[in-house]
């Protein structure tokens, strides 16, 4: 059963939009800024510079630690310094427009972020997947994706623009504070709870967007989702996945560091080209020299190559073949997506028996090659199904969608 908490209705949804009116307003927010910036705000609010380290501290453990949205959370901070914060500073959470819950427990969100500068409000879509042992948040770097994959919903949607440091930490911050997953109080011993016992473990940026061309804010979120003082989320728990942007593969290794996904989805240039477009500037000779070159690469650090199965287009067992012999000498696990259906889309999902059948020659030479479960289907969470206002699905294209899922097209 799907539910969808329409929290349109409730006291607790208009105490968060106007939470979020009041705070957002036109302050900047201390969210997604490093420790140094964070620094020089409270400089600006007349911290003393011996202060200065100190104050940072706290505020850093009470936004990425104790999760607080409040400045009147921060009890160890005078009401003096804190009504001064309040004045120049924001730290509210966006306005969570609805929240959708599968019927496999996955959750979706769609936020809301108020307007910068001269624009308009925007909408983006998070999706967290609870699995056996772990939680996965999926989320996004961009509104809609200058990108348009032919298989891909977020595609069809133009760039409205790039998502802030702030925006892309504030769907964690949500998702943690919606499952209950920031600690109610320190450890006695000031201890941060590891991100083992937490109920988002893994993050990765593959919702709406392409991340790489977003490599400033997203560098910025991500170094901060990972910090050991804040929301401690370790690298390797964390994943990119590009289209392939291969001038900033490099860049991620180096200075950002979390595992790589790479969209592959097909194994020679022509069909790449058409699957994949960005291949027409990145062909699949430069993308997989990049892969190799990548900064930490190592059997323990293999990149994730994804591969979507889409019916009679790349799934045939001579393109499991290629796939082999293209991905020789790379340390590399191999995703297999069984693709998504989404309204007007033009594909189908591959048979059962034929997945398995790539799965098992890909696994013969040598690479796990897990296929991944849809998960979150029925409320379009699913890899791929993401898209956001002002054009999401009207009732008739939700039944549309109902009735080509029944049907069996795209059902794995
Ligand atoms: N823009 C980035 C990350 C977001 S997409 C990228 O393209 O890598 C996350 C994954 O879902 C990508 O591998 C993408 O190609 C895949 N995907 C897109 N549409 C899909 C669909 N309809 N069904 C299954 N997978 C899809
Ligand atoms: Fe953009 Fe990724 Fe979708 Fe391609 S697959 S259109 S890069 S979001």
Not at 253 to 265: C, P, Q, W
Request: glycine share 8%; proline share 5%; with cysteine.
């Amino acid at each position: 059963m799907t539910a969808i908490l329409d929290l349109s209705d409730t006291a607790a949804r208009d105490a968060i939009a106007a939470q979020a009116r009041a705070r957002f307003t036109d302050k900047p927010s201390l969210v997604g800024m490093s420790r140094a910036e964070l620094s020089e705000a409270l400089a600006g609010a007349g911290v003393p510079d011996r202060q200065l380290r100190m104050r940072a501290s706290q505020l850093w453990h009470w936004l990425y630690v104790r999760g607080v949205s409040d400045f009147d959370e921060m009890f160890n901070i005078s009401k003096e310094l804190r009504g001064r914060l309040a004045e120049r500073f924001a730290i509210a959470r966006p306005e969570i427009v609805e929240e959708q819950i599968s019927g496999d427990g996955t959750r979706k969100w769609l936020l809301r972020f108020p307007p910068r500068g001269a624009g308009r409000p925007v909408e983006i879509e998070t999706v967290y997947i609870p699995e056996e042992g772990r939680g996965t948040l999926c989320i996004s770097s961009q509104v809609g994706c200058t990108l348009t994959c032919s298989f891909c919903h977020t595609g069809t949607q133009k760039l409205v623009r790039n998502l802030t440091a702030e925006e892309i930490l504030a769907q964690l911050m949500v998702a943690r504070d919606r499952l209950g997953d920031f600690p109610d109080r320190d450890t006695p011993d000031g201890a941060i709870v590891p991100a083992e016992g937490r109920k988002v473990s893994n993050v990765v940026m593959m919702g709406m967007g392409e991340p790489l061309y977003n490599f400033e804010n997203v560098k910025k979120a991500l170094l901060i989702a990972s910090d050991g003082d804040g929301l401690s989320l370790s690298k390797r728990r964390i994943t990119l996945s590009t289209s392939g942007v291969v001038p900033e593969i490099a860049r991620t290794g180096e200075e950002i560091g979390v595992m790589l996904a790479i969209s592959l989805h097909a194994v020679r240039d022509d069909l790449r080209d058409m699957l994949v477009p960005i291949n027409r500037k990145y062909p699949l000779k430069d993308l997989l020299d990049a892969c190799r070159a990548y900064p930490g690469l190592s059997n323990a650090r293999r990149i994730t190559f994804e591969y979507v199965m889409l019916k009679d287009v790349n799934d045939s067992l001579s393109d499991a073949k290629e796939l082999v012999r293209l991905l020789k000498g790379i340390p590399a696990k191999i995703n297999l997506i069984p693709f998504n259906p989404w309204p007007g889309s033009n594909y189908q999902c591959s048979d059962w028996e034929t997945i398995e059948r790539f799965a098992d020659y890909v696994n013969a030479a040598g690479y796990a090659s897990p296929i991944r479960t849809p998960r979150g289907r029925d409320i379009l969470a699913a890899c791929g199904q993401l898209k956001s206002e002002s054009e999401r699905l009207r009732k008739s294209e939700r039944l549309a969608l109902e009735a080509m899922m029944i049907a069996g097209h795209g059902e794995a």
